[in-house]
């Protein structure tokens, strides 16, 4: 167990040390934006390009774990949205709670600490966890708050939008001209690879960083602006983070052993990948979202800085159950 605490201690504290930096003022708020642009526009971008340039994101069926872990975040999604229900929640703190429940850190957190974690075998299926979070699941989302529209015009109008912004996710575009370069066999030139490799080399330290100076960013906002309640109502955040950090990787684990026992197995290095990437901490750009739809800011901010937080703990101990220290 210390061993695989060992593994994973480095990465974490990296995002403290952004964290800190962001709180203790070393890193004005307003250069955060430019630090998420270098990494999703460059860094993270180049690494998975790469990735895919080189077959690795190709390797080994993944529509069935992709499959499973729709399902699974579907699932949640809706028990996100039951518990914000029971909470009397408005539409759009609801949708954001749900959102925040089901879409974790794969960006800036999963695909450097996994692949790290599990080799780069784990990228494939990692990676293509993103294609979920992003069309489907924040899609989803965002179409159900203003579903409550005339008509439900407005509902339909946001999902257009939201798929649109979902298909310009430079992530995406990287992953998809990656493997459209590997499908078709052309060679990178050595000096454009290597300039992608730097850049790639940077991705992990600046990305995790960067989270946590996004989490510090969230909280400080979430602090000085909209309050974290709501007509008296106290802030709800351990159903939300229960939710993220165990139910997720509970039923992406349970359907895999479902389909195994039904004679449909999926690889077990894959599953393994997506569970651990369902375990991980609410992705931090859902502060962010739920500041432009009007939602409480200080809720959202909350959630994920306690699912970061938890999160050492989930991956740890899931990790440990799914015999990750005798891999690495």
């Known amino acids: 167990m210390w061993s695989l605490l060992s593994l994973l201690l480095p990465f974490f504290a990296l995002v403290l040390i952004g964290w800190a930096a962001a709180r203790r003022g070393l890193l004005p708020v307003e250069g955060i934006g430019a630090l998420m642009v270098f990494v999703l526009y460059f860094a993270l971008s180049a690494l998975v390009f790469r990735l895919g340039a080189g077959g690795r994101l190709q390797a080994g069926p993944v529509w069935g774990l992709l499959a499973v872990y729709a399902v699974s975040s579907a699932t949640v999604t809706l028990l996100g949205l039951l518990l914000a229900k029971r909470s009397a929640l408005g539409r759009r703190d609801a949708g954001?709670?749900?959102?925040?429940?089901?879409?974790?850190?794969?960006?800036?957190?999963?695909?450097?600490?996994?692949?790290?974690?599990?080799?780069?075998?784990?990228a494939g299926p990692v990676a293509a966890t993103l294609l979920v979070d992003v069309i489907l699941t924040c899609s989803a989302c965002v179409a159900w708050i203003h579903a409550g529209g005339a008509g439900g015009g407005d509902a339909m109008a946001s999902m257009r939008a939201s798929l649109r912004g979902a298909l310009r996710n430079p992530l995406l575009l990287a992953m998809a001209a990656g493997m459209a370069v590997a499908a078709l066999g052309w060679p990178v030139p050595a000096p454009v690879d290597d300039t992608l490799r730097l850049l790639g080399q940077a991705a992990t330290p600046a990305a995790l960083f960067t989270l946590g100076a996004i989490v510090a960013r969230a909280q400080m906002r979430a602090s000085g602006g909209a309050s974290s309640e709501r007509a008296g109502r106290p802030v709800g955040i351990q159903g939300p983070v229960l939710l993220k950090l165990v139910v997720h990787p509970l039923l992406v684990w349970a359907m895999g052993q479902v389909l195994a026992e039904l004679g449909h197995p999926l690889p077990p290095p894959g599953l393994t990948a997506v569970t651990l990437a369902a375990a991980l901490p609410a992705a931090a750009n859902v502060s962010m979202l739920a500041e432009r739809e009007g939602a409480d800011t200080g809720r959202i901010a909350r959630i994920i800085l306690w699912t970061t937080v938890g999160s050492v703990g989930s991956l740890l101990i899931w990790a440990a159950l799914l015999g990750v220290h005798e891999r690495a």
């Open 96 to 122: 954001m709670v749900a959102l925040v429940a089901a879409f974790p850190n794969t960006g800036f957190l999963g695909l450097p600490l996994l692949t790290g974690l599990l080799g780069p075998q784990a």
